[in-house]
């Protein structure tokens, strides 16, 4: 998960450069929030509760899983920008048995 986040943030510091943008603080939250919100048009689109636009099931699907992808690299983000190590509250908050 360490070699995950840190490939996340090489590759958010790459986008946050090129596009001018400043990662502070409330830049983390509120990117989570808005790929959460990405992936919720998706999935209002996938269960026929949303404009699809003229995207086929298969297409639909792929844009779900590029919009999990987002999310779980927010996450990670968040999570390093606010000093969360994830693994052991991961363990604690899922109550994983040791050496699961």
């Given at each position: 998960?360490?070699?995950l986040a840190g490939q996340f943030e090489e590759a958010?510091?790459?986008y946050a450069?090129?596009?001018g943008i400043t990662r502070n603080d409330d830049w983390f939250i509120l990117k989570l929030q808005e790929?959460?919100?990405e992936l919720t048009q998706i999935w209002m689109k996938l269960t026929d509760r949303g404009r699809k636009r003229g995207l086929n099931e298969s297409e639909l699907r792929e844009a779900l899983a590029d919009e999990t992808a987002d999310l779980?690299?927010?996450i990670l983000l968040f999570a390093g920008r606010n000093g969360v190590d994830l693994a052991p509250a991961i363990a604690r908050k899922w109550r994983f048995e040791p050496g699961s």
């Open positions: 998960m360490i070699e958010s510091k790459r450069a090129a596009n790929e959460l919100g779980l690299g927010h």
